[in-house]
């Protein structure tokens, strides 16, 4: 099984819609969490940290089950901008200092 | 501000060949990092450094070299390339540990392709 695990998509969303993205990871000592967006030929940019309490940021909430393993980025409201491949991003003790990142999951948000 | 900055951008290297990438950055990070992609992966660890003078394997470490004797300055060194190291590397740097939750900043990438 791998570290951390997305489904590649793509997401093909109208604009204005709600769109959510699921990661499963599978070492249970994982520590830090994140979401990092990924436009087209670009570097992954950190898009937001991920909270056991959950966290808001705009138009983007992401959620993390450490009972499931499981971390969760909802887009409202989805804009053309929003258009890239969203990254889920997993460290632990284990890993050194290697953050695992996962194949990403593709966005593409039509007028 | 420039952040992270990678060069050469796009590079074409025959097979035996070797090159070094370069990375510096301006933000005085103790942390940096080479990271490759190849197409539909994940991002994957090349080496890492914790601070000047200090380097060390991250999960895919054969057939590079790294140096870290600035702050500033981590440069990769492919020795004899072949084609599995086409890829996209990017470096990257936090000025704290990936487990601090501290941002890890990018550079641009490289794209590298072995014929």
């Known amino acids: 099984r791998k570290e951390v695990e997305q489904d590649p998509g793509p997401f093909n969303v109208p604009e204005g819609a709600t769109v959510a993205f699921n990661c499963t990871y599978s070492?249970?000592?994982?520590?830090?969490f994140f979401w990092y967006r990924q436009d087209c030929r670009k570097e992954p940019k950190l898009l937001m940290s991920v909270y056991s309490s959950g966290n808001e940021d705009g138009r983007f909430t992401a959620q993390l089950n450490r009972a499931s393993q499981y971390i969760s980025l909802l887009i409202r409201d989805s804009k053309l901008s929003d258009s890239a491949t969203y990254l889920c991003v997993v460290t632990n003790s284990n890993s050194g200092y290697a953050l695992n990142f996962g194949k990403g999951t593709s966005l593409l948000v039509t007028p | 501000n420039a952040g992270v900055t990678q060069t050469p951008k796009f590079r074409i290297l025959k097979i035996g060949q070797s090159m070094t990438l370069q990375c510096t950055q301006d933000m005085n990070h103790n942390y940096m990092y080479w990271y490759r992609q190849d197409p539909g992966m994940g991002l994957k660890l090349i080496y890492y450094s914790v601070g000047a003078g200090i380097t060390d394997k991250g999960e895919v470490p054969n057939g590079y070299n790294v140096s870290r004797s600035t702050t500033e300055d981590f440069p990769l060194r492919l020795e004899l390339a072949a084609p599995s190291q086409t890829s996209v590397y990017f470096c990257a740097s936090s000025l704290l540990g990936p487990n601090s939750g501290n941002t890890i900043y990018f550079g641009e990438g490289s794209w590298l392709t072995v014929v």
């Open positions: 070492n249970s000592a994982s520590q830090s």
